[in-house]
């Protein structure tokens, strides 16, 4: 089968996307590995190696709040042109022009350290990773599938929690300013080796991609609100949080936020406007952004100051926060290789981190026994980080629309961006009242608790977030009060109180649950059955994924019978949704299999069931009706009869290619017109060639769209995907994994039935 994300691009109809070669594609993930690897590494190496640059710059500590200021200024500009560079001038022209920029940002910190070098290259550094970010997420959809979309955005996890491990180990060896410019040489040296590369063997295959016009006002109140709010929350520290000037910058961004909000409403009631991505999408992306960059924060402060103050040193801080990332690695590949639900992958990962975050308060005295300790709940943090990211990137970016690809990838580093300025706010971790103590690293670890309590509450389930919310408090009350033995029974029994009834609730809504799915699996078996392999002179393969998985039950319907007339197959839908649709499917399948028993004629058939649907209709729903398709196979192996109710058309592949059949199309059943006349429709003949699959679907398949809502293109993809003369089994396996590539959810039932001409048992020996 054809490569997901050549073959994707092959089938985006007139965006004009030209097909990447798989050395290319091979070549643009190692790219993104790096981009992601870059985005961590940088930014943490660059904040443990800072108090060695600020004492070899003369820097006090608004001297270094004020850099910070420049750099984040600069970030939040680079994201606002970046995100609408990518849409005017394409990835590929951004990519090198980022990789360049990196490159020359890395030649001026490698050289003679002065004030201006430190911060062009600074400058030209932080510019380069926004960009190479911005660009790589927005890769990302645009050459893959969304039901890939998972797993690359899980690898892009991988790379970006190694990046951080690579850069605390390798950041924890920079003792001299010499050799943190060496590194930066490094770093310059390898970017051009990447440039020239990416130059020569990377084409550019979206020069033609056209983007939607963001809303200017729109644009605008969004980077106000990075500006004014990282801005307020970075000289929050200096000038204090009660000063007037803070509190007015905080306040416009507020109103800033309500203008954009304000725009995006009235945006999405004009009909001359494409709708932005939806609330539910960019909302808990915003929120899981912030949190993280929050996290990050706290953590790099936090954890080397409780290390060291029990008796560890560097290397062993360097190990504990080492562990975080090995513990980011193994959430990704579990986010990559388990289909955990968006909504379970937050309950479970968010509370496990800020239940590491609580224990990380818990660090005993002695190096190897601090190290051991924080590392264990540093791991626990970033396994549970992870775990609930991966699914959450991975829905916001298959849910983009490709139109708006540069508009909005940038939420993502922008959110972050604006939680580490969030974390930095706090004046413990604002570096301007020397370095973090004991105590400043309990604050921001009970600060950083919260956040992602909060974040659990708002993403997850709200019973897991408010478990470990007071599981924290309850820890809260024994580590930082003078608790005696019986606080310490009472909260211990108040705990196992606690988490027994969470265990309670959790067993019985998971029986619950699986009674329900016992209950739909039973319903699906029993109205839907399974197609046989082989029936009579055909051999067949058939599909059945109803969109509602609560039911098991939607609106389609297919079956195939063996009856003293022939083989008989019946495919079609139901107009409408919901239970009494599951009633009309049932009583549409139970008429087929009776009728086709005891009806000769194939045209009778039809004009039964179209009777049994009208008086369903005449019953509940008067606008009721149902397309039908109806095959059937008598003596002759090559030859077909077929009566089409309104119905899409099958198709034919074979030696010739593909080709849809013109089979005469009268009105759905339930108009009850087909015996109007007293004369029973005449089945159309359809001659199935050895060498021929035919393909019979309902038009969900056709009707399957993308984030850009773009129709799903039979026909385009059995081309270029099937072979010549698929086997049955084959054909419908390729389609079920092509059709959720394109669309990473089903809103409407999908059904396929597949035939051939059945392969002659050769007779035994005499």
């Known amino acids: 089968m054809m490569d997901g994300a050549a073959a994707y691009g092959a089938g985006l109809g007139d965006s004009g996307v030209q097909t990447p070669s798989r050395r290319s594609l091979r070549l643009m993930g190692a790219l993104l590995a790096m981009v992601a690897a870059l985005y961590v590494a940088v930014p943490g190496g660059n904040a443990l190696v800072e108090p060695l640059l600020r004492e070899q710059l003369g820097l006090d500590g608004e001297d270094a709040l004020g850099l910070r200021v420049v750099l984040l200024s600069a970030a939040v500009l680079a994201l606002a042109v970046v995100t609408r560079a990518v849409a005017a001038w394409g990835h590929h022209a951004i990519l090198t022009g980022s990789l360049a920029l990196f490159c020359a940002g890395a030649v001026f910190l490698a050289g003679h350290v002065q004030l201006w070098s430190y911060l062009a290259g600074r400058l030209l550094v932080t510019v380069a990773l926004i960009a190479l970010t911005v660009t790589g997420l927005s890769m990302v959809p645009a050459l893959h599938m969304p039901g890939r979309i998972r797993a690359t955005t899980a690898g892009w996890m991988i790379a970006m929690s190694g990046g951080f491990v690579v850069s605390i180990v390798v950041a924890s060896r920079m003792t001299s300013v010499a050799r943190w410019q060496l590194l930066m040489a490094v770093l310059a040296a390898g970017t051009g080796a990447v440039l020239l590369l990416v130059h020569r063997c990377l084409p550019d295959t979206e020069q033609h991609l056209t983007y939607a016009k963001p809303d200017r006002v729109r644009a605008l109140?969004?980077?106000?609100?990075?500006?004014?709010?990282?801005?307020g929350l970075q000289l929050a520290p200096l000038w204090g949080w009660e000063d007037d000037r803070v509190g007015?910058?905080?306040?416009?961004?507020?109103?800033?936020?309500?203008?954009?909000?304000?725009?995006?409403?009235?945006?999405?009631?004009?009909?001359?406007?494409?709708?932005?991505?939806a609330d539910r999408v960019w909302a808990p992306m915003a929120v899981a952004g912030a949190m993280t960059g929050f996290t990050l924060v706290v953590l790099i402060i936090a954890v080397p100051t409780l290390v060291m103050a029990q008796g560890g040193g560097r290397p062993e801080a360097t190990f504990a926060l080492a562990a975080f990332g090995a513990g980011g690695v193994l959430g990704a590949v579990v986010a990559r290789r388990a289909s955990v639900t968006l909504v379970a992958a937050s309950s479970l990962g968010l509370?496990?981190?800020?239940?590491?975050?609580?224990?990380?308060?818990?660090?005993?005295?002695?190096?190897?026994?601090?190290?051991?300790?924080?590392?264990?709940?540093?791991?626990?943090?970033?396994?549970?980080?992870?775990?609930?990211?991966?699914?959450?990137?991975?829905?916001?970016l298959a849910e983009i629309p490709h139109r708006q690809l540069g508009s909005s990838v940038g939420l993502l580093p922008g959110s972050i961006l604006l939680g580490s300025t969030a974390a930095h706010a706090i004046p413990s971790a604002s570096g301007l009242f020397g370095p973090p103590t004991?105590?400043?690293?309990?604050?921001?670890?009970?600060?950083?608790?919260?956040?992602?309590?909060?974040?659990?509450?708002l993403l997850g389930r709200p019973v897991v977030a408010l478990s470990v919310a007071t599981a924290a408090g309850l820890q809260y009350l024994l580590v930082r009060a003078d608790a005696g033995p019986a606080m310490a029974v009472a909260v211990a029994l108040a705990m196992g109180a606690l988490v027994g009834g969470v265990v309670w609730l959790r067993s019985e809504q998971t029986g619950r649950l699986n009674r329900a799915q016992e209950s739909a699996a039973a319903l699906q078996r029993a109205v839907v059955r399974p197609i046989p392999r082989t029936l009579g002179l055909l051999r067949l393969a058939g599909m059945y994924a109803p969109a509602g998985a609560d039911t098991g039950v939607g609106g389609d319907f297919l079956e195939a019978v063996r009856t003293p007339f022939g083989t008989r197959i019946l495919i079609g839908d139901?107009?409408?949704?919901?239970?009494?649709?599951?009633?009309?499917?049932?009583?549409?399948?139970?008429?087929?299999r009776s009728q086709a028993h005891e009806t000769a004629e194939l045209g009778e058939l039809a004009a039964r069931l179209d009777r049994q649907v009208a008086r369903a209709a005449a019953g509940c729903d008067e606008e009721l009706f149902a397309t039908a398709l109806l095959v059937q196979q008598a003596d002759h192996p090559d030859l077909l009869e077929v009566v089409n109710c309104g119905h899409v058309a099958p198709i034919a592949l074979g030696p010739g290619g593909l080709r849809e059949i013109d089979v005469p199309s009268l009105l759905p059943l339930g108009f009850a017109t087909l015996d109007a006349t007293c004369e029973a429709p005449r089945p159309a003949p359809l001659r199935l060639d050895g060498d021929t699959t035919l393909l019979l679907y309902t038009d969900g398949l056709?009707?399957?769209?993308?984030?850009?809502?773009?129709?799903?293109?039979?026909?385009?993809?059995?081309?270029?995907?099937?072979?010549?003369?698929?086997?049955?089994?084959?054909?419908?396996?390729?389609?079920?994994?092509?059709?959720?590539?394109?669309?990473?959810?089903?809103?409407?039932?999908?059904?396929?039935?597949?035939?051939?001409?059945?392969?002659?048992?050769?007779?035994?020996?005499a």
């Open 351 to 396: 509370p496990l981190t800020a239940l590491g975050l609580a224990l990380t308060h818990i660090v005993p005295n002695g190096a190897a026994s601090a190290a051991l300790s924080a590392s264990a709940t540093l791991a626990l943090c970033g396994f549970g980080l992870m775990l609930a990211l991966a699914p959450l990137v991975a829905r916001f």
């Open 438 to 457: 004991a105590a400043d690293a309990h604050e921001l670890l009970w600060v950083g608790t919260i956040v992602v309590a909060v974040a659990a509450l």
């Open 702 to 765: 056709s009707e399957a769209r993308n984030a850009s809502g773009e129709f799903y293109p039979i026909a385009a993809r059995l081309t270029r995907s099937a072979p010549s003369a698929p086997d049955p089994d084959d054909l419908i396996r390729r389609l079920d994994d092509d059709v959720r590539n394109w669309t990473h959810r089903l809103n409407d039932d999908i059904t396929l039935i597949a035939l051939s001409q059945a392969t002659p048992t050769p007779a035994p020996c």
């Open 574 to 592: 139901v107009r409408g949704k919901g239970l009494g649709t599951v009633q009309t499917v049932t009583d549409l399948l139970g008429c087929f």
């Open 248 to 277: 007015l910058l905080l306040i416009a961004a507020a109103f800033a936020a309500l203008l954009a909000r304000y725009r995006a409403r009235v945006a999405a009631r004009s009909p001359k406007r494409r709708p932005d991505v």
């Open 221 to 231: 109140c969004r980077l106000a609100v990075l500006l004014l709010a990282a801005a």
